[in-house]
């Protein structure tokens, strides 16, 4: 039994075991190998270690994965296509978990390529908890589809057509999100529109508006559309419809989304209480103007190195971060990890060790590592690597450029230089024979000494009774 829960705390074989269970849940959830999988799954939710399980109130061992890219061809797909289809398909989960997941309504479309006008969108019948990367279907400009998804489900077209005239009146935005919430559809309705009541208000820059009746099928609706939503403007109004927000990236859209869903909720809720918009103080837009985050060059502390940041960039990595911490496997690709380990120019360790006297478990259970800080954790992976090195080392002294210092240090035995040696080239294979030595003799000698390496004659040397 002690065997088996410490095989339980291995992060790979809970990993395994979750897709086994997907995998028998696709076959079917009749099946008795579902059952005997679900039963080690909730054994292991009861029995594991606490602090290897997700933090979340449901059953995370359930979750289907968002990377499920790994048994595509590898060139069948694009690497900057593989890491968009995760960014949309994790933003998809994101709006379920935060409630803004309106089926009927609400949209998310990524573009993949300016080139040839190709587009991600959603599957029609497919809940926002069930997107995965594969499922996202790619289609074009027109909505017809060019690359269908892992489910084999439709696009409704009606759907797209919105964001398709977006797209075509503003090349510069590369990703939409069309919100339709009970707080975002009210502020729509409104004459007035978003107020500035709020910071958040402030934070989303220009508003822009437009009649939209549903369709967008005739030519006068989309130059309409072009000229209210202008050239700059990252939100768009549509009359009883909701609001979209455009970015240049799924970071962007997502900062751009969730600021407006906040200010939405405040005007809401403001004017309930307050009884009506003359109660209500109005912030100048001329005087309070907020900047928005990840605008700044430096990433990190102001002496780190110089990143171009992004809006929107820190806050999306941190959610993203959130949702492989309870198993989602976003497959993001992270620029500004939480943990900056030491650069290192080589390592110790050129030649693998073919054997090593680490060993994982004890007689006592989980060996005490896997219940480390990860920074302990780290000390005891050097001084692994360091004692199953297949190098040798030399324990040196250095002369400094002040007089009378000298650095220890640690090099390998070859680095090592030895004082008074100097290198002699051997050109004759006799050099080393005396001299005036009959030349017969050296070989018979020569002859001797490979006839007792052929027959195996070298012994242990004298034995004493």
Known sequence: MKSVIMWFALQSFREELDVLIQEQMKKGGSSSNLWALRQLADFMASHGSPAALPVSPSNMMMVTPIN????????????????????????????????????????????????????????DGLAYSEVTGSSLVKVNILGEVVEKGSTGLGVDTEKFSLHSAIYSARPDVRCLFHLHTPATAAVSAMKRGLLPLSHEALLVGDVAYYDYNGVMEEEEDRVELQKSLGPTCKVLVLRNHGIVALGESVEEAFYTIYHIQSACQIQVSALCSAGGEHNLIMLDRAVHKPTPAGTVGWAGSTFGPLHKSRVGEHEFEALMRTLDNLGYRTGYAYRFPVLLERSRTRREVEVPATATAFHQFDDDGIHPALRQHPFAQRQQQERTRWLNTPNTYQKV?????????????????????????????????????????????????????????????KTAGPQFE
């Open 68 to 123: 499920d890219l790994h048994g595509w061809d590898p060139g069948s797909m694009a690497k900057g296509e593989r890491l968009m289809r995760c960014k949309l398909a994790s933003t998809h989960r994101l709006f379920d978990l935060y409630g803004w997941a309106q089926i009927s309504h609400t949209c998310l479309t990524l573009r993949v390529s300016k080139e040839q006008e190709h587009f991600l969108v959603l599957p």
């Open 397 to 457: 002294n250095q002369e400094q450029a002040s007089p009378g210092h000298q650095r220890t240090t640690w090099l390998k035995a070859e680095e090592v230089t030895q004082a008074g040696s100097t290198a002699i080239k051997i050109e004759n294979p006799n050099q080393f024979v005396p001299l005036f030595t009959n030349p017969q003799e050296v070989i018979e000698t020569r002859n001797k000494i490979r006839q007792q390496n052929r027959q195996d004659m």
